[in-house]
């Protein structure tokens, strides 16, 4: 390492060790200077209370009593001293920085940290150390802005102390240390304060002429008293001159304060000179911030403090900066935008509100800030908010103004919503059954119907009999199509039939035996069976999506379309993104082409449950699942309800159906005995019931019917006769409290 290079890192090693000390000193001071807050600051009566969280009895007994120290600073106007406040750690209070309803925020010690903290257990979002609290007092971000939360802490507690922004010049290894700080202002912070200017307010309470001029826009009293803002009877201050004046309060010229903490803003409502400030004036203020909710729908931005006001009054949530044509901090909308759904620019209808009403909605387009121009001429009695209210408008009228804003932004939203509204004096079409067993609808026009069973269950066979229902102009008789009542296509509209898994060989041969049982010699032009095993996943929902068009123009509409193999339309049936997205596009396509579609599964079901990620988007969107098994007779196979759109699938007969060499295909056997329809309802049940209560103990009514509803997708009516049947079935019991237990059969 070269010589000048030792240098410069002994020289960097002491810029750094001075760094150091000086923050050390910093903090020391800090510790040692902090009595003087507490000897300055006074709070008002209403401070007292809602920090305290006590009534307003409670303080008046307090006083009687002199339990705590307070002065009258005019007849009506008492301040407490905050060092005279027993301020207990752990103790509950209301928080000051938002209209807190609950005390529900205490100071407690961080003993990893061995510093104090603030936790708000109502709103996490206000909970810090001392240091964020002086920023979220003063609207700052305390990790974005700490060097200005220090300077204001340092100016407030008057501490001989400066941090002035170091700058380092670097020539090759040599390192210039930081100039003096300047005995003035710095120039680089303009926006945080002005010169301390005196002042000194005369208060009074507000006469009945000040109170007519609040009330034309709403405003009333708890209003002006929640915001702070006084009615002088004298203000007292200096000139930029240097001058000292004196300002008195009249019927036709009346004084009000904002009252602002470290400075004081004078407005004269009717006076040639409006506005006057006192103290130190910080030019990036905002009025009203500690007076919004913790979160809300929607926030004004409005150009002055009387639009704060009433806009308040009438029950909206505002804010305002020194100006319309101060510039917006950027951290400010953030933290407005976590709190708030909408943030609305609600300047004057004059030149210059609509001109900087443009201008800030562009500088904030990141944050989505919106305008709103209130429908005033924009001349001087009739341009802002509170003109708008004292015209004879309401809050409604401010409403109906939003929605039709919302409306206009949303419009082709709202253009969709419309064709999705339902329109109760046009009904639309009822769905019409295409698959239905004994009455009861399975498979509806519209909607998607599932059939589910393990290998060599018949399944095909079974598919098979569904199409031959659909080839001719009558209906053919229930045994004819394998127990179930399928209706005719007179229309000659298209028949579907997408095969993913077989041969084409074994299609074929499927497809003779679907002729022959529906009684035809030929294939109708309108029946389309398609072999697409050969195809890979992705072509195959492309060519369903695209032939289902071409098919239903070219026929007319299209009566059924049955997928057999839907799970291998997609890589994965447990991939939960893939097997909503396939249930989801079948649906919809069953909606667009007023069709049947029925999805065959080939999956073994776990009990009235189907398997995988597909089959339980099946079980929430199928109108109908159907359940192919074989049956204790292994000749025979047993078609289960799993679902049905009316009723219970349980209470659905279980056919019955199997080979016949005469005929040469798979004929109706009929339905399984009422003992075994009792049988397989009882198993079912035992099913659900074990499973509702593995956690549980008991279970009130209502959470047994939400069960019952939830896991076997019934209505409420048909849950409470399941209950009735399991209590006379000994499957469940009741303790003295009504309360629902597992019964003797759910032990055996």
């Given at each position: 390492?070269?010589?000048?290079?030792?240098?410069?890192?002994?020289?960097?090693?002491?810029?750094?060790?001075?760094?150091?000390?000086?923050?050390?000193?910093?903090?020391?001071?800090?510790?040692r200077?902090?009595?003087?807050?507490?000897?300055?600051?006074?709070?008002?009566?209403?401070?007292?209370?809602?920090?305290?969280?006590?009534?307003?009895?409670?303080?008046?007994?307090?006083?009687?009593?002199?339990?705590?120290?307070?002065?009258?600073?005019?007849?009506?106007?008492?301040?407490?001293?905050?060092?005279?406040?027993d301020f207990?750690?752990?103790?509950?209070?209301?928080?000051?920085?938002?209209?807190?309803?609950?005390?529900?925020?205490?100071?407690?010690?961080?003993?990893?940290?061995?510093?104090?903290r603030?936790?708000?257990?109502?709103?996490?979002?206000?909970s810090?150390d001392?240091?964020?609290?002086?920023?979220?007092?003063?609207?700052?971000?305390?990790?974005?802005?700490?060097?200005?939360?220090?300077?204001?802490?340092?100016?407030?507690?008057?501490?001989?102390?400066?941090?002035?922004?170091?700058?380092?010049?670097?020539?090759?290894?040599?390192?210039m240390?930081?100039?003096?700080?300047?005995?003035?202002?710095p120039?680089?912070?303009?926006?945080?304060?002005?010169?301390?200017?005196?002042?000194?307010?005369?208060?009074?309470?507000?006469?009945?002429?000040?109170?007519?001029y609040?009330?034309?826009?709403?405003?009333?009293?708890?209003?002006?008293?929640?915001?702070?803002?006084?009615?002088?009877?004298?203000?007292?201050?200096?000139?930029?001159?240097?001058?000292?004046?004196?300002?008195?309060?009249?019927?036709?010229?009346p004084?009000?304060?904002?009252?602002?903490?470290?400075?004081?803003?004078i407005?004269?409502?009717?006076?040639?000179?409006?506005?006057?400030?006192g103290?130190?004036?910080?030019?990036?203020?905002?009025?009203?911030?500690?007076?919004?909710?913790?979160?809300?729908?929607?926030?004004?931005?409005?150009?002055?403090?009387?639009?704060?006001?009433?806009?308040?009054?009438h029950?909206?949530?505002?804010?305002?900066?020194?100006?319309?044509?101060?510039?917006?901090?950027e951290?400010?909308?953030?933290?407005?935008?976590?709190?708030?759904?909408?943030?609305?620019?609600?300047?004057?209808?004059?030149?210059?509100?609509?001109?900087?009403?443009?201008?800030?909605?562009?500088?904030?387009?990141?944050?989505?800030?919106?305008?709103?121009?209130?429908?005033l001429?924009?001349?001087?009695?009739?341009?802002?908010?509170?003109?708008?209210?004292?015209?004879?408008?309401?809050?409604?009228?401010?409403?109906?103004?939003?929605?039709?804003?919302?409306?206009?932004?949303?419009?082709?939203?709202?253009?969709?919503?419309?064709?999705?509204?339902?329109?109760?004096?046009?009904?639309?079409?009822?769905?019409?059954?295409?698959?239905?067993?004994?009455?009861?609808?399975?498979?509806?026009?519209?909607?998607?119907?599932?059939?589910?069973?393990?290998?060599?269950?018949?399944?095909?066979?079974?598919?098979?009999?569904?199409?031959?229902?659909?080839?001719?102009?009558?209906?053919?008789?229930?045994?004819?199509?394998?127990?179930?009542?399928?209706?005719a296509?007179?229309k000659?509209?298209?028949?579907?039939?997408?095969?993913?898994?077989?041969s084409?060989?074994?299609?074929?041969?499927?497809?003779?035996?679907?002729?022959?049982?529906?009684?035809?010699?030929?294939?109708p032009?309108?029946?389309?069976?398609?072999?697409?095993?050969s195809?890979?996943?992705?072509?195959?929902?492309k060519?369903?999506?695209?032939?289902?068009?071409?098919?239903h123009?070219?026929?007319?509409?299209?009566?059924?379309?049955?997928?057999?193999?839907?799970?291998?339309?997609?890589?994965?049936?447990?991939?939960?993104?893939e097997?909503?997205?396939?249930?989801?596009?079948?649906?919809?396509?069953?909606?667009?082409?007023?069709?049947?579609?029925v999805c065959?599964?080939?999956?073994?079901?776990?009990?009235?449950?189907?398997r995988?990620?597909?089959?339980?988007?099946?079980?929430?969107?199928?109108?109908?699942?159907?359940?192919?098994?074989?049956?204790?007779?292994?000749e025979?196979?047993?078609?289960?309800?799993?679902?049905?759109?009316?009723?219970?699938?349980?209470?659905?007969?279980?056919?019955?159906?199997?080979?016949?060499?005469?005929?040469?295909?798979?004929?109706?056997?009929?339905?399984?005995?009422?003992?075994?329809?009792?049988?397989?309802?009882?198993?079912?049940?035992?099913?659900?019931?074990?499973?509702?209560?593995?956690?549980?103990?008991r279970?009130?009514?209502?959470?047994?019917?939400e069960?019952?509803?939830?896991?076997m997708?019934?209505?409420?009516?048909?849950?409470?006769?399941?209950?009735?049947?399991?209590?006379?079935?000994?499957?469940?019991?009741?303790?003295?409290s009504?309360?629902?237990?597992?019964?003797?059969?759910?032990?055996?």
């Open positions: 390492m070269e010589h000048h290079e030792t240098l410069s890192l002994i020289n960097e090693l002491q810029t750094l060790r001075e760094e150091f000390r000086q923050i050390a000193c910093f903090i020391r001071e800090l510790k200077d902090y009595s003087v807050l507490e000897e300055k600051i006074e709070l008002s009566s209403a401070e007292v209370l809602h920090l305290l969280g006590i009534s307003k009895a409670s303080l008046a007994r307090w006083r009687e009593s002199n339990s705590i120290p307070y002065r009258y600073v005019s007849s009506n106007h008492v301040v407490y001293p905050f060092k005279g406040i207990v750690i752990k103790r509950n209070f209301r928080n000051p920085l938002y209209d807190d309803k609950r005390a529900s925020c205490n100071i407690y010690l961080d003993r990893k940290s061995d510093c104090y603030m936790k708000d257990f109502g709103n996490d979002a206000y810090g001392c240091f964020w609290f002086a920023a979220t007092m003063i609207g700052l971000d305390v990790k974005k802005d700490f060097v200005k939360v220090l300077e204001t802490i340092i100016r407030d507690l008057q501490l001989n102390i400066y941090i002035g922004k170091q700058e380092r010049f670097e020539q090759r290894s040599t390192i240390k930081p100039p003096k700080p300047p005995i003035s202002q120039a680089d912070q303009p926006k945080l304060m002005e010169e301390k200017k005196w002042y000194k307010l005369i208060e009074q309470s507000f006469g009945i002429e000040e109170m007519k609040w009330q034309q826009y709403g405003i009333d009293s708890n209003t002006l008293q929640r915001f702070h803002v006084k009615s002088l009877a004298r203000y007292e201050s200096i000139s930029n001159q240097g001058k000292p004046f004196t300002l008195g309060s009249t019927n036709e010229e004084m009000f304060a904002y009252n602002m903490g470290a400075f004081v803003k407005y004269r409502p009717k006076s040639k000179l409006r506005f006057l400030y103290g130190e004036k910080v030019t990036d203020y905002v009025f009203g911030f500690q007076q919004l909710p913790s979160k809300g729908d929607i926030i004004f931005i409005t150009g002055g403090e009387k639009d704060v006001l009433s806009l308040s009054a029950g909206f949530n505002a804010i305002c900066f020194n100006s319309e044509t101060a510039e917006i901090p951290n400010i909308i953030e933290g407005l935008q976590l709190r708030f759904r909408h943030i609305i620019i609600l300047y004057d209808t004059d030149e210059t509100g609509i001109r900087e009403a443009k201008q800030q909605t562009n500088a904030l387009i990141q944050y989505k800030v919106l305008s709103l121009t209130l429908p001429q924009g001349i001087k009695s009739e341009k802002d908010i509170s003109d708008f209210f004292a015209l004879g408008n309401n809050s409604n009228d401010l409403k109906a103004l939003l929605s039709d804003m919302f409306t206009n932004m949303y419009s082709q939203t709202m253009m969709i919503l419309k064709s999705c509204e339902i329109d109760y004096d046009n009904p639309p079409d009822a769905s019409k059954s295409v698959v239905a067993v004994n009455g009861v609808p399975l498979g509806t026009q519209d909607n998607l119907f599932c059939i589910t069973g393990g290998e060599g269950t018949g399944k095909s066979n079974y598919i098979s009999g569904i199409l031959s229902g659909t080839l001719g102009s009558e209906r053919l008789q229930a045994e004819q199509t394998l127990g179930l009542e399928i209706t296509n007179p000659g509209l298209a028949v579907l039939h997408y095969d993913t898994e077989q084409e060989a074994q299609l074929h041969k499927n497809l003779g035996k679907t002729l022959r049982r529906a009684g035809v010699k030929a294939v032009e309108f029946y389309h069976s398609l072999y697409l095993a195809l890979s996943r992705k072509d195959r929902l060519i369903i999506r695209e032939s289902m068009d071409l098919f123009h070219k026929h007319g509409g299209i009566h059924i379309v049955v997928i057999d193999g839907i799970a291998d339309l997609i890589r994965s049936a447990n991939d939960e993104t097997s909503i997205a396939i249930v989801d596009e079948l649906y919809r396509l069953a909606g667009i082409y007023n069709t049947c579609i065959v599964l080939h999956f073994v079901p776990n009990g009235i449950k189907l995988g990620h597909i089959g339980s988007e099946l079980q929430r969107k199928a109108a109908g699942i159907l359940s192919i098994e074989k049956d204790d007779n292994p025979y196979s047993v078609v289960k309800a799993l679902k049905v759109r009316d009723g219970s699938p349980l209470d659905v007969p279980m056919m019955l159906f199997g080979w016949d060499k005469t005929e040469d295909m798979h004929v109706y056997r009929g339905e399984k005995s009422k003992e075994d329809k009792e049988k397989r309802k009882t198993d079912e049940l035992l099913l659900v019931i074990k499973s509702a209560f593995r956690t549980k103990l279970l009130s009514y209502q959470e047994l019917c069960v019952l509803m939830c896991e997708e019934i209505k409420d009516r048909t849950a409470k006769k399941y209950i009735a049947y399991m209590k006379e079935q000994r499957i469940l019991t009741q303790d003295t009504g309360n629902y237990l597992k019964g003797e059969l759910c032990h055996t």
